[in-house]
T-cell receptor
Framework: GQNIDQPTEMTATEGAIVQINCTYQTSGFNGLFWYQQHAGEAPTFLSYNVLDGLEEKGRFSSFLSRSKGYSYLLLKELQMKDSASYLCAVDTGTASKLTFGTGTRLQVTL | NAGVMQNPRHLVRRRGQEARLRCSPMKGHSHVYWYRQLPEEGLKFMVYLQKENIIDESGMPKERFSAEFPKEGPSILRIQQVVRGDSAAYFC?????????????FGEGSWLTVV
């Protein structure tokens, strides 16, 4: 079976740094995606990791360790607009079908 | 370049009626995916289609649900005899090919409410 775990909720302060973790156990692995989803809206692509290491893109970075089945999304200089759900998804290798975690709801406070 | 277009955005149906959700993929994308998101749950894969072909429908309920992607026109997700439990957000996504690592782009979603 496929199993992807993320914390349900997190709270952080504006201007701070937050790390959202994701662990996975899947039958196959062809890469890991992070999406951002605001309430009532579509998931929007943030990052893709297929090799171990850190990928940096502006205020957002994503890390992958395939041997540990672990990824994290790092958000720096948090802004109020970053309040959203962050979805971890694994491409299990079957025609780009993604398996999603339940998402982490991030609340950014003043 | 328009993104993935879905309609209707919101749909209300009474129990027993049919719901039809449409999806036009991004220009140049020939692969379409449907996902369902129940309240407070993650996105769940339903079906993967290419033009005129269903490639993987392992996530589709066995009854009442069907999907198509005809040669001309949008992909359609059809739910017959809807029940309250079908109330959810249905997201369509598309990608240019099925090669590993291709980013999948999501539409705005169709919110189905069954009353």
């Amino acid at each position: 079976g496929q199993n992807i775990d993320q914390p349900t909720e997190m709270t952080a302060t504006e201007g701070a740094i937050v790390q959202i973790n994701c662990t996975y156990q899947t039958s196959g692995f062809n890469g890991l995606f992070w999406y951002q989803q605001h309430a009532g809206e579509a998931p929007t692509f943030l990052s893709y990791n297929v090799l171990d290491g850190l990928e940096e893109k502006g205020r957002f970075s994503s890390f992958l360790s395939r041997s540990k089945g672990y990824s994290y999304l790092l958000l720096k200089e948090l802004q109020m607009k970053d309040s959203a759900s962050y979805l971890c998804a694994v491409d299990t290798g079957t025609a780009s079908k993604l398996t999603f975690g339940t998402g982490t709801r991030l609340q950014v406070t003043l | 370049n328009a993104g993935v277009m879905q309609n209707p955005r919101h749909l209300v149906r009474r129990r027993g009626q049919e719901a039809r959700l449409r999806c036009s993929p991004m220009k140049g994308h020939s692969h379409v995916y449907w996902y369902r998101q129940l309240p407070e749950e993650g996105l769940k894969f339903m079906v993967y289609l290419q033009k005129e072909n269903i490639i993987d429908e392992s996530g589709m309920p066995k009854e009442r649900f069907s999907a198509e992607f005809p040669k001309e026109g949008p992909s359609i997700l059809r739910i017959q005899q809807v029940v309250r439990g079908d109330s959810a957000a249905y997201f369509c996504a598309s990608s240019p090919t099925d090669s590993s690592g291709n980013t999948i782009y999501f539409g705005e979603g169709s919110w189905l409410t069954v009353v």
